[in-house]
């Protein structure tokens, strides 16, 4: 099952903010593709999945989050759990038509917290890629996605684990 989600952040320490998206495995820890965009979009998830295809291959599940580059958001005034999450398995993104063909499950994720394992990789991306960029003087998308293709093996080198 793979984790996905983005990171609003300010990664290059400049005062602007942009999303690092991402997956991350939730048995091995091993983060299947990162990519920077100008926010969270469609286009960003799209190259995480890229990689991970190309990389690691099909998953089986996905669990994410609500964000409209995965469902449908429709009016939620008024309406109880259950209306919720039926309206959500009835959408009908780009994401969820390539799961559906696929045969990958999706879960929907109540809270951030249910998707602790990105919540907690951001927390550690966060606190490190700031710090190497600035070092490295990496300060635009475009040098940050290239080095990202490096990076992302020595990280999982470290901080994988068997499942």
């Known amino acids: 099952m793979l984790q996905l989600d983005a990171s609003t952040h300010d990664w290059f320490m400049n005062n602007t903010k942009v999303s690092l998206h991402g997956a991350i495995d939730d048995a091995t820890n091993i983060v299947t593709g990162l990519y920077f965009c100008d926010n969270e979009c469609r286009l960003g998830y799209n190259e995480v999945l890229r990689q991970t295809f ?25 309406k109880t759990l259950e209306e919720l999450l039926e309206d959500s398995k009835n959408s009908n993104t780009h994401f ?40 490295l003087k990496i ?25």
Do not use: M
């Open 54 to 78: 190309t990389n690691y291959g099909i998953f089986r599940a996905a669990y994410i989050d609500r964000h409209s580059s995965f469902v449908t958001n429709s009016k939620t005034k008024n």
């Open 96 to 135: 969820i038509k390539l799961c559906e063909k696929l045969k990958i499950e999706i879960i929907l994720a109540l809270s951030p917290q249910g998707k602790g394992r990105i919540e907690r990789l951001w927390q550690t991306l966060q606190g490190r890629l700031p710090f190497i960029f600035r070092y």
């Open 139 to 163: 300060n635009t998308i475009d040098k940050a996605n290239q080095f990202l293709k490096e990076y992302l093996k020595e990280f999982n080198f470290k901080f994988s684990k068997n499942p």
